[in-house]
């Protein structure tokens, strides 16, 4: 039994109540704040305990990747449950297939001592050559059902990034989706109407809102505007303070709510030497400054929309809960019978304590 005593716990209703959780045999055995004191209690007075992070989009962290020569998952989700993860998505990005295949069959390995893989989002190689960002462009490819099907076949991939204006691409979100796998629009020149078309073959989600896709315009909205206006959809965005304005993040979680909203990493700190990426504060960028991805952890994404004005409440809830309700997983919120699947936040917003399955990891 393990008991976290005396902090302040986001109820699943969104609201705060001061109590303790306890936790045995990895699942939640209550919220109360009349459990009785023991020696092996972790004193949490002062601080806010949230359901653990789940991330949707994360490449590499604290040194180690999840992709080619010196991959690491363990290394991954060691460094992401010390930023609050708990559960996370190994993000490939274009290469070929082969590349591909092993890191899908390398994400069922096992993580005792860090973040749980829930699966593998692949981003790419079916990306749109002129919106590509940093993504490798020799390695991209028009939309190969045969391809999709064998790395679908090879682990438990549960999230495809395409750009759907590419030609077979509406065939790929049916037979993806038809799966199981979620299919979210990304490195993407689409129109509006093209995502409409999209969301309506089977694609249900946006990645990194803003970044590498059309930009919404009053007469041709683009991807951006339906990111904004389609409903059902689930919008990621990086909160790095850097890849996309406060300002714009606010327009976002008011126009979807944090239901629709899920904050990610888009980490990439695990440059091995040799890879063209350099360090920008937060941010890694190629060497002609193309952003690549963030530097910063989920938590920092927490702690910035609160600084921007989003109550702390549906900041957690876009870093926890809607994520865990996109992949279908019992986390995401703190209730009886639950997974115990925890962050502890300081006064400050940091993380003092992460909990997976009941095991305080980091």
Known sequence: MLLLRGGRVLAPGGSWVDASVAVDGGLIAGVSPSHAAGPGDLDVSGCWVLPGFVDLHVHAAGGARLQGAG??????????ARGGVTSFLATTYAAPLAELHAAVTASTEPTPRGARCAGVHLEGPWLAYDYAGAQPREALADPDLQAALDLVAAGPVRVVTLA?????????????????????????????????????????????????????????????????????????VIADGVHVHPAAV???????????????????????????????????????????GSA???????????????????????????????????????ETGRPADLVVLDADLAVRHTVVGGTVVA
């Open 71 to 80: 991959a690491s998952l363990p290394g991954v989700a060691a460094a992401l």
């Open 164 to 236: 759907p204006e590419l030609p077979g691409a509406h065939d790929l979100i049916a037979t993806l989706v038809a799966r199981g796998v979620r299919v979210s629009l990304g490195h993407s020149g689409t129109t509006y109407d093209g995502a409409v078309a999209a969301v309506g073959a089977g694609a249900t989600q946006v990645t990194h809102a803003f970044n590498a896709m059309s930009p919404m315009r009053h007469r041709d909205p683009g991807l951006v505007g339906a990111a904004f206006d389609l409903p059902g959809l689930t919008v990621e």
């Open 250 to 292: 606010r327009a976002l979680w008011r126009a979807r709510g944090a239901d629709g909203v899920c904050l990610v990493s888009d980490c990439v700190d695990g440059c091995l030497d040799g890879d063209p990426l350099v360090r920008d504060g937060d941010v890694l960028r190629r060497a002609d400054g193309t952003l690549a």
């Open 296 to 334: 910063a952890t989920l938590a920092a994404a927490v702690r910035n929309a609160v600084a921007w004005g989003i109550p702390l409440a549906d900041a957690a809830r876009m870093a926890s809960t809607t994520p865990a309700r996109a992949l279908g997983l019992d986390a995401g919120r703190i």
